[in-house]
């Protein structure tokens, strides 16, 4: 296959029911992540920083408390999510527009992933929570290495919990661990904390990714972040790093 990735997903949104796509691409250069490769949730119907300029990216991210803060006093918001939209995403975007990515199965696309010994991240850009989570068990199930995933859709109505086998639960200024305790008690959590000088609560260690600003693992060889399919403590890390 001459192709760089793959629709594995065309569909209504889990989260309000709007055209979106799951891109999986099989080769990056994410120095974070090392080698893996990545799934974009991203709409169908529009670039992705259109989506982002008129709200309706809600359809691939709910209402994530990343995708931007309201400043009290002048009303004014400001983005705090770490994914560059105008590159990846609007990348993925214009290539599918092109025609440059064939649909394939999750089952094909995650046989291709086997044949590779290639690990996936589930949501480099959207929230896993916006796909059925069986389109996820199709593709992970048949490629039978590794994955990372994280959602913020744990407190929805329209969440699957069966998700969070395989994704980790976001904690963050707005979603809290007792939040998460009371409604999924045995799910595992990614947790953005403040600063280096934030306590780590029961049970959480820190991302090994990073250590005083420097890199000291990738995602690939770390594998800790893949939900309750890994028996391993909770992850904590300061937001930026």
Same mark, same amino acid.
């Given at each position: 296959?001459?192709?760089?990735?793959?629709?594995?997903?065309?569909?209504?949104?889990?989260?309000?029911?709007?055209?979106?796509?799951?891109?999986?691409?099989?080769?990056?250069?994410?120095?974070?992540?090392?080698?893996?490769?990545?799934?974009?949730?991203?709409?169908?119907?529009?670039?992705?920083?259109?989506?982002?300029?008129?709200?309706?990216?809600?359809?691939?991210?709910?209402?994530?408390?990343?995708?931007?803060?309201?400043?009290?006093?002048?009303?004014?918001?400001?983005?705090?999510?770490?994914?560059?939209?105008?590159?990846?995403?609007?990348?993925?975007?214009?290539?599918?527009?092109?025609?440059?990515?064939?649909?394939?199965?999750?089952?094909?696309?995650?046989?291709?992933?086997?044949?590779?010994?290639?690990?996936?991240?589930?949501?480099?850009?959207?929230?896993?929570?916006?796909?059925?989570?069986?389109?996820?068990?199709?593709?992970?199930?048949?490629?039978?290495?590794?994955?990372?995933?994280?959602?913020?859709?744990?407190?929805?109505?329209?969440?699957?919990? $069966? #998700?969070?086998?395989? @994704?980790?639960?976001?904690?963050?200024?707005?979603? *809290?661990?007792?939040? !998460? &305790? $009371? #409604?999924?008690?045995? @799910?595992?959590?990614?947790?953005?904390?403040?600063? *280096?000088?934030?306590? !780590? &609560?029961?049970?959480?260690?820190?991302?090994?990714?990073?250590?005083?600003?420097?890199?000291?693992?990738?995602?690939?060889?770390?594998?800790?972040?893949?939900?309750?399919?890994?028996?391993?403590?909770?992850?904590?890390?300061?937001?930026?790093?």
């Amino acid at each position: 296959m001459k192709a760089n990735g793959a629709v594995i997903y065309n569909g209504p949104s889990r989260i309000n029911g709007d055209p979106i796509i799951a891109v999986l691409v099989f080769k990056s250069t994410n120095g974070k992540t090392g080698n893996m490769a990545q799934v974009h949730i991203i709409r169908e119907d529009k670039h992705p920083m259109e989506a982002l300029r008129d709200d309706t990216d809600v359809a691939i991210c709910g209402n994530c408390p990343l995708r931007y803060v309201v400043n009290p006093d002048t009303g004014k918001r400001k983005r705090i999510c770490y994914v560059n939209t105008g590159f990846g995403p609007a990348m993925v975007y214009k290539q599918y527009k092109l025609g440059n990515y064939p649909t394939m199965t999750p089952e094909n696309a995650g046989a291709m992933l086997r044949a590779m010994d290639q690990g996936v991240r589930l949501g480099a850009y959207g929230d896993p929570g916006a796909v059925d989570v069986g389109i996820w068990q199709r593709l992970l199930n048949s490629a039978g290495t590794f994955h990372t995933a994280y959602t913020h859709q744990w407190k929805e109505e329209y969440f699957q919990p $069966e #998700l969070l086998t395989i @994704a980790m639960a976001s904690i963050d200024h707005e979603n *809290t661990i007792e939040q !998460l &305790a $009371e #409604l999924h008690p045995d @799910a595992r959590w990614y947790r953005l904390l403040k600063s *280096t000088s934030d306590k !780590l &609560a029961s049970g959480e260690i820190a991302c090994p990714s990073k250590s005083n600003g420097k890199r000291r693992i990738q995602c690939a060889d770390c594998k800790l972040c893949a939900g309750t399919s890994r028996n391993a403590k909770n992850i904590a890390i300061v937001e930026g790093a």
